[in-house]
């Protein structure tokens, strides 16, 4: 037994009211920059829909994450050879459409124009060259149905469960799912980077790329299966969500959770044996992924962990956060969390809880009392929406560990709704969900009244080692550590002089208009050549 250490997430999907604060929260401090206009290290996709890229989910045509090819795991874009015959035309590299042309408005055309007869407008305008565009997708496109029954054919996962469940979508509702990447514990991205530039941190999990060692060929946005690693067309670096890795060695909670108007998001320590995640991962059926991914993690509780974390050297404090962690809880305890397309063998440690909300309003409809126990209970498996959608999303299309997970949402509604009415406790509620009523309880805290510090047990950092030189993070500050000036491959950077001596004696032929000669592009009268 090999024991690590995981900063891990849960997302209640009851409690997600699509806001989008989180998106713009994670913009404004990650992604506000000069060659990342079209980067949403969080989205907000509403379901059903296409996400974001569109159709990232159809990994027949991208392929991301992993396959099994006899009894081993190999990247599903190919070996060192097929990737390197793509280095310069990678046709499973989603293109800038499959986002979204980023734009902005020209407000001076209505601000500045004459007086007329006609009321003037601010047309749309190319954030990426200025040029005019037409606003055609956006990263929530979909956003509460918006985009119409033509774009939800384009759901992949609708497609793969049949037409019958798709009519019965367009007369239903929708649900919302908050997405980051998932530092997962097999992360195909780091094993597609040519460069070695990815790489998963010893101490918390978090999937990070090295800026000094990214030289740009994007087999990582090929490699990662949600497609949650991204190009910046400015400094030729790709980028990701880092889970606000300072602000996790500091104990607190990342930008996107600290600001979520719903407060679904918790943050916590898992403790798992790496040993086991490849021989997990390589299970043969995929609706097995689910229960080997759980067999990896491990009880903090149990005296044989704790020494064993200890040995490893995972300090007290982590073995004590793992044993608080309202992650570890609501995914090995309670078993209401599950995780997003396990079937891409990544092992994501992004986890949600599915949505149970709209039970209660249908059974309402049809005269029931959409708060019984054996209402809710018998209504499961007839959900608005159906749970062969979830079994896609979560399980690698298996329904068991769905209905069960709901059925233990449906558990709590009804034992607390005794307990709020003031009526005897039923101890059959809890059994048939194979809970107790004390586990019933504890599970309403955490889900509905948890405070600050029981949604977010994050211990400091052990493993933070001053290193000359790097003071800062290279995504913070233009100039940062390992990044180039942004300008000076940017559009806006056109004619504008070299503000770092770095960059002294380079072409930038990125920066030349083709008129006359290329500053630097011959030593100016007196230098020397080196």
Not at 422 to 435: K, L, T
Request: glycine letters at 10%; aromatic letters at 8%; hydrophobic letters at 35%.
């Amino acid at each position: 037994m090999r024991v690590m250490a995981q900063v891990a997430m849960v997302m209640n999907l009851d409690k997600c009211i699509g806001c989008h604060t989180c998106s713009v929260t994670c913009k404004q401090t990650w992604t506000n920059r000069a060659g990342t206009e079209y980067v949403w290290f969080n989205n907000v996709e509403t379901r059903p829909g296409q996400g974001y890229p569109r159709g990232y989910e159809d990994q027949d045509k991208w392929k991301g994450g992993w396959r099994l090819k006899g009894d081993r795991l190999v990247p599903r874009a190919g070996g060192r050879v097929r990737r390197l015959t793509r280095l310069f035309a990678n046709p499973e590299l989603p293109l800038l459409d499959d986002y979204y042309q980023p734009w902005s408005y020209d407000y001076e055309n209505l601000t500045a124009a004459p007086l007329g007869d006609d009321v003037p407008t601010a047309p749309p305008r190319s954030l990426i060259d200025g040029a005019p565009t037409a606003v055609t997708y956006g990263p929530n496109w979909d956003d509460d149905l918006g985009g119409g029954p033509e774009h939800l054919a384009g759901d992949p996962i609708l497609r793969k469960i049949g037409q019958e469940v798709r009519l019965r979508y367009e007369q239903s509702f929708m649900f919302y799912l908050p997405r980051i990447c998932e530092h997962c514990l097999n992360p195909s991205c780091v094993a597609a980077c040519p460069s070695g530039a990815l790489y998963k941190r010893i101490e918390d999990g978090i999937v990070l790329v090295d800026q000094d060692r990214c030289r740009g060929w994007r087999m990582c946005v090929t490699g990662c299966p949600y497609k949650k690693i991204y190009f910046n067309h400015g400094t030729g670096k790709a980028e990701k969500c880092t889970l606000c890795y300072p602000r996790i060695e500091a104990g607190e909670p990342t930008v996107c959770s600290e600001t979520c108007v719903g407060r679904l998001r918790y943050l916590g320590v898992i403790l798992y044996d790496a040993d086991r995640v490849g021989q997990a991962a390589a299970v043969p059926d995929e609706r097995d992924l689910y229960g080997a991914q759980l067999g990896c993690f491990l009880d903090p509780d149990d005296p044989a962990v704790a020494a064993a974390a200890e040995r490893a050297g995972i300090p007290h404090q982590w073995v004590e956060a793992a044993r608080r962690s309202p992650v570890h809880a609501l995914i090995s305890r309670y078993r209401v969390a599950l995780p997003l397309h396990p079937e891409y063998r990544t092992m994501p440690m992004v986890w949600y809880v599915p949505p149970l909300s709209p039970i209660v309003d249908a059974l309402a409809e049809t005269g029931n009392d959409g708060e019984d126990a054996g209402n809710l209970f018998g209504a499961i498996e007839t959900l608005r929406i159906p749970v062969e959608y979830l079994a896609e999303l979560f399980t690698a299309g298996d329904t068991g560990p769905v209905e069960a997970a709901l059925g233990r949402l449906a558990a709590m509604r009804a034992h607390m709704r005794r307990a709020n009415l003031g009526e005897e406790p039923d101890p059959r509620i809890a059994a048939d969900a194979g809970m107790t009523a004390g586990q019933l309880e504890e599970m309403y805290r955490l889900l509905a009244l948890a405070k600050y510090d029981e949604r977010y047990v994050i211990p400091t950092t052990y493993a933070a080692p001053s290193v000359p030189g790097a003071d800062g993070c290279s995504l913070e500050v233009p100039g940062g550590p390992g990044m180039l000036e942004p300008s000076a491959a940017s559009v806006e950077g056109f004619h504008r002089p070299p503000a770092d001596d770095r960059l002294r004696g380079r072409v930038n032929l990125l920066n030349w208009d083709g008129k006359g000669l290329p500053t630097g592009l011959f030593p100016r009268r007196g230098e020397q050549s080196s």
